[in-house]
């Protein structure tokens, strides 16, 4: 357009010809600064599904490899002489024998030929340090195994877990490898005779936290996410709706009403830190509720997500058309009946779709809940709203700092389950409004 | 009885109270529900409000008093040389008789008096907790029995249940005004404390911050220094970067999709570009720490260029990906909501598709587009995860986005994460921090949809 050069001179036949020079001249450069654009644009959007592709293909990459697990098959003779001096078969004397001996005894035997302290101590490296938890386990379950030999898969170490999974560089030089070169010895000999097996990794779903990656599980995690979210949604949603039918049907349009209007609309802007920094001051320094709990976590979630469903539900009651409201007042119910059997239940599934779309951030929220707490290590599984727990988000955190390179995997392996949940959530929210929504 | 058996318990008794009160208006009206003001049903809502509501609330106010009223007792049952200790310690004292009552590791061997104070404890509990039992489960039954006395054919039971219902209504609407309020006297009281040892100007002007408090008086070399400009600084730092990678992709790609894109492309790019959005902060995060910082250092170490392991720039750059989907569709509403005889206008001048964007689709647009990209901005600032997990401690004051800066967030984190006393400068700070955080994404947002209200009504 800058080629509108002013004709000053009069408007005669030889200056129009002129303008349209003029623009013809400019046309393509103009058009190459279309295209440009146009190009600007498509590139934009690539950049952000590139930035998209490549989140989800280093979080599934690093993870997939964390739901099978090794196991090595050892024979392991269930020395009597060790379970059970005395044979009585009392349960307190079973639980409480040396099992992990009994796993370094049978090591011991495979490979008779180390024989020096710091080798053992390596060898022994090769078997998870819940081995012994294992075969106390089946013995408690099973006391006739007592005296017999037999063949246990046991977990291996998270060290040679990550040797066989194939994420330990073998040309690396021996000192800057966690794994030594004669564990790659004797893991390969092992899987050579078929002693080395990849299961499907069924504790990493039913086992708490642990210290060792092998045997960290995320159940208390999803625990306490399935306790937080439910308290969650049984506090937010009645509140949340009965919040947005008053100020949506009833209220008067005055100052204070405005006022809740606007401050709604900030707090739903207000950074998640903020309303930790609140749970710590009013729920457990004030009311002393008690710290880490899924309660506390669930009220500071609440109102995390109010503002949330808050707006999602006005919306929804906004979308029925007076027509409704009309003809119920007009056969005569009361304006409560008109919203309680009318107006409610058409806007229904947009309440529940804002509902869910606000589980799914509260689900995937982690701010707050480190200030009130949620971070501690929790090996148990918590067994209610007043047990200290943690969340599935932090425990992506925590082990996100581990320096384990097996807890990169599990992070990976968490946040895939984690997105998973969030994408099923979404998606039975869009089912829900597709399948629901109603055009007036 | 236990608190939930108890709920559960008055629970029954106001349905138990529904079916009595619906007979009971059936009775006075003989038989007839045309001789009753209200339908049958609201006389025993009625009756059934009135059996749970005044024994729940009862039963909320006990158990907010109950905790403080017993420590109280038990403080005074103390042997005297507890009682003389200052407050500190007595605080130390009762947190092991609660540990030892609810069977949690003390933090040293139980003597026979804090024995006995436990027991005690635990007695004065039971009996409050019968006690509660006895007077809710009261009340419940003698309020339900008044109000079924009350029942006639006139009395206007659905007025009556109307009249709770909307106080319960106003109740819950007011939870948001309670939520700010609680906000801002909760970082207020702590942020005035910690400005009674530590002054204001040297909080927001000084370039010195090392929150290591000194545990004994004689320690050297930390007095603590509360300055908190390196975090400002910090925080504007990354906050910047993320914007600089947010706000050209956001805006054009939601240029391209409103303006260029046809109707699938649309349908199909914009949900996954929200997805985005949807990705829990902690998962950024991760792939920052994991994926993006090491990518940067080898590229900077690869031009010569000495690059911190938790660079602004990883920080920034995943912070930016995040904000992407925020800056593009408060972009697209505004620009959607230009009118479109200003682009046929434009189009009747003979201007080509771009010129009318920027010539005249952005220049009307633009307040708008300012307020989203302020609002993605308080959420940078406010942003968490990201910083806590892939940018540094220490407090640098630096504008080279190649090295390790700290934010407020990761401060405030790292001061109130862990066991330590609610008292000390350090846990202090991170309320004054909270406050300042929470003013200024406050009046960013005020400001911001301000601005998009004002631009929304000018084209209505």
Not at chain 1, 291 to 316: D, E, K, N, W, Y
């Amino acid at each position: 357009m800058n080629s509108q050069k002013p004709t000053r001179d009069g408007a005669d036949g030889m200056d129009s010809r002129r303008t349209i020079e003029i623009v013809r001249a400019g046309l393509r450069r103009r058009q190459a600064a279309e295209k440009r654009f146009r190009l600007y644009g498509l590139l934009a959007i690539l950049l952000g599904l590139v930035f998209l592709s490549v989140l989800f293909v280093s979080i599934v990459g690093n993870g997939y490899s964390a739901f099978a697990q090794t196991y090595v098959r050892l024979p392991v003779y269930f020395d009597a002489a060790v379970i059970d001096p005395e044979g009585t078969r009392d349960p307190e004397t079973l639980g409480s024998a040396d099992y992990a001996g009994l796993v370094k005894a049978s090591l011991r035997e495979m490979f008779p030929a180390v024989t020096e302290r710091g080798e053992r101590r390596a060898l022994y490296g090769i078997i998870s340090n819940g081995a012994g938890f294992e075969l106390r386990d089946r013995v408690l379950g099973d006391p006739a195994l007592i005296g017999t030999r037999q063949d246990v898969w046991l977990v291996a170490d998270d060290e040679i877990d990550m040797l066989v999974k194939g994420r330990v560089d073998r040309t690396l030089p021996e000192l800057d490898r966690r794994v030594k070169d004669d564990q790659i010895g004797w893991v390969d000999r092992l899987d050579a005779e078929g002693r080395v097996e990849k299961r499907f990794n069924t504790n990493f779903f039913l086992a708490g936290d642990s210290r060792d990656p092998e045997l960290a599980g995320i159940r208390g995690a999803l625990v306490g996410s399935l306790y937080t979210l439910l308290l969650t949604l049984a506090l937010s949603f009645p509140i949340g709706v009965a919040a947005a039918v008053y100020l949506e049907e009833f209220a008067p349009r005055n100052r204070i009403t405005d006022l809740i209007e606007v401050n709604i609309n900030n707090l739903a802007a207000v950074p998640s830190i903020v309303f930790g920094l609140l749970g710590l001051a009013v729920f457990i320094n004030f009311f002393g509720i008690p710290r880490s709990s899924p309660l506390v976590g669930a009220l500071v979630l609440t109102l995390l997500v109010l503002p949330t469903i808050i707006i999602a539900s006005r919306a929804a009651l906004k979308s029925v058309p007076p027509s409704i409201r009309e003809a119920a007042l007009g056969v005569g119910a009361s304006p409560m009946q008109t919203v309680i059997y009318h107006v409610l239940p058409l806007a229904m599934p947009g309440m529940l779709t804002g509902t869910i779309i606000g589980m799914a951030h509260a689900l995937g929220e982690t701010a707050p809940l480190l200030m009130i707490g949620m971070v501690a290590f929790i090996v148990s599984i918590p067994a209610g709203v007043f047990d200290p727990a943690t969340v599935l988000p932090v425990q992506i955190f925590l082990w996100a700092d581990s320096p384990e390179r097996a807890f990169v995997e599990k992070t990976s392996a968490a946040i895939a389950v984690l997105l998973a949940f969030l994408i099923l959530m979404n998606a039975v929210a869009v089912i829900l409004r597709k399948r629901f929504e109603r055009r007036w | 009885m236990q608190t939930s058996m108890l709920i559960v318990v008055l629970l029954i008794l106001s349905s138990i109270a529904f079916y009595l009160g619906r007979r009971r208006a059936f009775a006075v009206a003989r038989g007839r529900a045309r001789n009753l003001h209200s339908l049958p049903s609201y006389y025993g809502y009625y009756v059934a409000l009135w059996c749970g509501l005044p024994a729940l609330l009862v039963a909320g106010l006990w158990f907010s008093a109950e905790d403080a009223i017993i420590t109280r007792m038990l403080v005074d049952n103390l042997p005297p040389e507890v009682r003389s200790l200052e407050p500190g310690r007595v605080d130390l004292v009762l947190n092991d008789i609660h540990n030892l009552v609810n069977g949690n590791i003390t933090s040293r061997e139980p003597d026979a008096a804090m024995l006995a104070a436990a027991d005690h404890y635990r007695q004065l509990r039971a009996t409050s907790h019968a006690a509660l039992s006895v007077v809710a489960l009261a009340l419940a039954i003698v309020a339900g029995t008044f109000s079924l006395t009350r029942i006639r054919p006139e009395h206007r039971a659905r007025n009556a249940v109307e009249r709770i219902v909307m106080a319960l209504l106003i109740a819950c609407s007011s939870i948001a005004i309670l939520t700010t309020v609680g906000i801002v006297l909760s970082v207020l009281f702590e942020s005035l404390r910690f400005f009674q040892t530590i002054s204001l100007f040297e909080f927001l002007f000084s370039p010195q911050w090392s929150p290591q408090t000194a545990l004994r008086a004689d320690q050297v070399g930390s007095s603590g220094a509360f300055g908190a400009v390196p975090l400002f600084a910090g925080t504007l730092l990354i906050s910047f970067i993320a914007m600089a990678v947010a706000v050209p992709i956001g805006l054009l790609s939601a240029i391209y999709l409103s303006e260029y894109a046809g109707r699938r492309l649309r349908a199909s790019v914009k949900p996954l570009l929200e997805i985005l959005a949807g990705v829990p902060t902690v998962v950024y995060g991760f792939f920052a720490a994991l994926v993006v910082a090491p990518m940067i250092r080898d590229a900077g170490l690869s031009l010569g260029l000495d690059v911190a392991s938790e660079s602004a720039l990883a920080a920034g750059l995943v912070m930016g990906i995040m904000i992407i989907p925020f800056v593009s569709s408060l972009s697209d509403d505004v620009i959607n909501a230009v009118p479109q005889s200003l682009r046929d206008g434009a189009y009747g001048l003979g201007a080509t598709r771009s010129e009318t964007v920027r010539k005249v689709i952005l220049p009307a647009a633009l307040p708008g587009i300012v307020g989203g990209i302020l609002l993605a901005a308080s959420r940078a600032i406010g942003e968490t995860m990201i910083v806590v997990m892939a940018a540094g401690m220490a407090a640098n004051l630096t504008a080279n986005p190649l090295e390790a800066v700290t934010t407020v967030t990761v401060q405030i984190v790292t001061l109130l994460t862990g066991d330590q006393e609610f008292d000390s400068p350090k846990t202090l700070a991170a309320f004054a921090l909270g406050l300042v955080l929470f003013v200024v994404t406050l009046l960013l947002n005020i400001f911001a949809l301000h601005i998009v209200r004002k631009y929304r009504e000018q084209y209505e």
